[in-house]
């Protein structure tokens, strides 16, 4: 199970590593660190973009996650820009697959689940410097492999700019697994934090 958690996220990691010349994926555009402090939970991510062709430019990222019942869970995901609409220039959509890696703090539940779902955000500036989102993943039992039947990751954040490349922001996430035989609350709580681009 770790060995494929491991090599999942490792393998979204080096995508940029890997692209040759000719390839439809080109440099990386640029680099976040994005991390956030809840009640019980620390969260970690690194973020980076790439113009992958006609699907235009993605966003990838791999973090982990760790709460005060010593769980670790980590993530890596790529959203994909759908687009802003000419009638509906401040709302943005982004969709794509997020795969999950658990590690709980009870014998034997290790979790490994591939979600999908998105973020919708609206920006208050056309600038997008403030910006409101709210995030949704779901992996069904079929998808969801170890002591759990599915995942449910959603959260809420409201986003400002502090300088050109440091953003803060405060939200809510209730994230949780059901395990087979009870649901374990990872993250149900406000958190506030910050993104930095370099």
Not at 64 to 83: P, T, W
Not at 105 to 120: H, K, M, P, S, Y
Not at 139 to 162: C, H, K, M, W, Y
Not at 165 to 190: H, N, P, Q, V, W
Request: glycine share 8%; charged share 25%; proline share 5%.
């Amino acid at each position: 199970m770790r060995l494929i958690v491991s090599a999942t996220l490792i393998g979204t990691l080096s995508l940029p590593a890997f692209a040759q010349p000719d390839d439809p994926v080109s440099t990386p555009q640029g680099h976040e660190i994005e991390v956030y402090l809840a009640e019980n939970a620390l969260q970690a991510m690194y973020t980076t973009e790439l113009d992958v062709g006609e699907l235009g430019m993605n966003e990838i990222r791999a973090g982990f996650l760790f709460s005060e019942a010593r769980d670790f869970i980590l993530a890596g995901d790529m959203l994909v820009d759908v687009g802003q609409r000419p009638e509906r220039p401040r709302w943005m959509l982004d969709v794509g697959p997020r795969v999950y890696g658990a590690l709980l703090n009870v014998e034997n539940q290790d979790i490994f689940a591939i979600a999908v779902g998105g973020r919708l955000s609206y920006l208050f500036r056309q600038n997008g410097a403030t910006t409101m989102s709210v995030s949704a993943f779901y992996a069904p039992d079929i998808i969801t492999f170890g002591n759990a039947d599915n995942v449910v990751d959603v959260s809420v954040r409201f986003e400002t700019q502090l300088t050109p490349a440091t953003r803060i922001f405060l939200g809510y996430r209730s994230f949780e697994f059901d395990l087979l035989d009870a649901k374990r609350k990872i993250d149900d709580d406000i958190h506030i934090g910050f993104r930095r681009r370099f």
